[in-house]
T-cell receptor, first 110, second 110 residues
Framework: DVKVTQSSRYLVKRTGEKVFLECVQDMDHENMFWYRQDPGLGLRLIYFSYDVKMKEKGDIPEGYSVSREKKERFSLILESASTNQTSMYLC?????????FGSGTRLTVV | GEDVEQSLFLSVREGDSSVINCTYTDSSSTYLYWYKQEPGAGLQLLTYIFSNMDMKQDQRLTVLLNKKDKHLSLRIADTQTGDSAIYFCAEKAAGNKLTFGGGTRVLVKP
């Protein structure tokens, strides 16, 4: 089974802090994705990557950046955290027929 | 543009069948998916259907696809309390990006 691991289940950060959310997959997949999930808004795509060192903006990239230095790891970076970035963040890796998701990181910015 | 819509809520009695509906707009969609999210967890792939099929059955799950009306449904037979969750439909069009609906919260009553 493909495993997608997000390093933290819960995080609390202060406004203005730089925040790193880490995601690792163990199946050598090329495509990886970061979504945020908010009540009433469903899942919205922040950034995705088709391969190492490649990144593409999703639908809501403002305030975020990403890093893909190794194939298995896709990091989401909040350059200066703000309260409106309080959300559930979901990482996914694409296999032949669909995404495999991590368990999610619930980030609270205070 | 891509847009996927689902009803927000479904209540069903244990042992009855549940039907969750979804509409999508992108006629170039190649795969359509159903995901399940239990409280505090990531999304779990339940089943998928290729766009040239109109039905797929997998144990208690039946997926129906009406490509003309761009309508997708998920039927869960003999619904159990463990089926209480949020269900997301998603479409895959160009590239490997998925577009998700807002999710349908299913509540199974004993």
């Amino acid at each position: 089974d493909v495993k997608v691991t997000q390093s933290s289940r819960y995080l609390v950060k202060r406004t203005g802090e730089k925040v790193f959310l880490e995601c690792v997959q163990d199946m050598d997949h090329e495509n990886m994705f970061w979504y945020r999930q908010d009540p009433g808004l469903g899942l919205r795509l922040i950034y995705f990557s088709y391969d190492v060192k490649m990144k593409e903006k999703g639908d809501i990239p403002e305030g975020y950046s990403v890093s893909r230095e190794k194939k298995e790891r896709f990091s989401l970076i909040l350059e200066s955290a703000s309260t409106n970035q309080t959300s559930m963040y979901l990482c996914a890796s694409f296999s032949n027929y669909g995404y495999t998701f991590g368990s999610g990181t619930r980030l609270t910015v205070v | 543009g891509e847009d996927v819509e689902q009803s927000l809520f479904l209540s069903v009695r244990e042992g009855d069948s549940s039907v969750i509906n979804c509409t999508y707009t992108d006629s170039s969609s190649t795969y359509l998916y159903w995901y399940k999210q239990e409280p505090g967890a990531g999304l779990q792939l339940l089943t998928y259907i290729f766009s040239n099929m109109d039905m797929k059955q997998d144990q208690r799950l039946t997926v129906l696809l009406n490509k003309k009306d761009k309508h997708l449904s998920l039927r869960i037979a003999d619904t159990q309390t463990g089926d209480s969750a949020i269900y997301f439909c998603a479409e895959k069009a160009a590239g490997n990006k998925l577009t998700f609906g807002g999710g349908t919260r299913v509540l199974v009553k004993p």
